[in-house]
């Protein structure tokens, strides 16, 4: 596996010690079964023909075997506390409607299975891209007459990871044609447009640097069929968008608007670009 360190990729824009910036990026060393609670993860697939790689991995592929563990078992994953939060809140009334989720989702968060595959999706009711972040939202201010819950904050992210653990396993199927082609396209040319005082795109770990070592962490792929994932770094679940603003601080560039349209085209790409693997959130990463 090659090696680079964290100060030469901020002197040289992603480049090697010494060489020129890799052509594509190397799997993980080896390949190991996902298998949570005895549901069966798809975690290497071939990549969608929309992409100029040959597979896609998990990010948990990547991680160490200590980080790996603490996501097979749902007692060990330190994430389940903020879905079992979520949960309470899924069946408590708020707002001056007096309903809570459970007043109109009888069957419980269950009634969500497969919809964390298919989002981003085209809402055509809202004429808008929507995340679950946004279903959520809708639902909270236009049934339950209550406050939307703030992007990236803890009551949001823990939501979004009851709801995707229902699709747990569901294979990702996210659709980049039709209402959504153009916003597909932003969301592609975001990804690999160079941005902040480094001169970084997404895909410059993600695509061309994946598997390379940078001091104690292997790169992924960036994919988000984990997320919300539980990071050991900041000890809390973590949305898309917050890594998405996490990785354009690293190379210093000024984050989109949190909700906005921007990340929303990012988060549709790079949903994209996990086209064929399954559905594993909430996950565990360093």
Not at 47 to 59: E, L, Q, R, V
Not at 119 to 135: C, F, G, K, S, V
Not at 187 to 204: F, P, R
Request: with cysteine.
């Amino acid at each position: 596996m090659k090696n680079i360190t964290l100060s030469a990729v901020i002197a040289t824009g992603f480049a090697l010690v010494g060489t020129a910036a890799l052509a594509e990026g190397q799997p993980p060393a080896e390949i190991k079964p996902l298998v949570i609670d005895g549901i069966n993860i798809v975690a290497e697939a071939q990549a969608p023909s929309h992409m100029d790689i040959p597979a896609i991995y998990s990010g948990w592929e990547f991680r160490a075997e200590e980080t790996q563990v603490l996501q097979l078992d749902d007692f060990d994953n330190p994430g389940m506390l903020e879905v079992d939060a979520a949960r309470e809140a899924f069946n408590t009334v708020d707002g001056a409607a007096g309903k809570s989720c459970a007043s109109c989702h009888e069957g419980g968060p269950e009634e969500f299975k497969g919809l964390a595959a298919v989002l981003p999706r085209w809402n055509p009711d809202q004429n808008a891209l929507y995340t679950m972040e946004d279903y959520i939202n809708y639902c909270r201010t236009a049934r339950m007459q209550a406050e939307a819950w703030p992007w990236g904050k803890t009551q949001l992210n823990g939501m979004v990871g009851l709801l995707n653990l229902q699709s747990r396993g569901e294979i990702r199927n996210v659709a980049i044609d039709g209402p959504v082609a153009d916003l597909w396209q932003q969301g592609h040319d975001i990804y690999y447009v160079k941005q902040g005082q480094l001169g970084m795109s997404c895909s410059s770990c993600h695509e061309e640097n994946y598997g390379v070592r940078i001091r104690a962490e292997i790169l992924s792929q960036g994919q988000t069929t984990g997320f919300p994932v539980y990071r050991l770094k900041n000890a809390h679940l973590n949305s898309v968008e917050n890594r998405f603003k996490g990785c354009m601080k690293n190379m210093r560039a000024e984050p989109y608007k949190p909700g906005g349209p921007e990340f929303h085209a990012l988060e549709l790409y790079v949903a994209s670009r996990g086209n064929g693997l399954g559905i594993e959130g909430p996950s565990v990463r360093n």
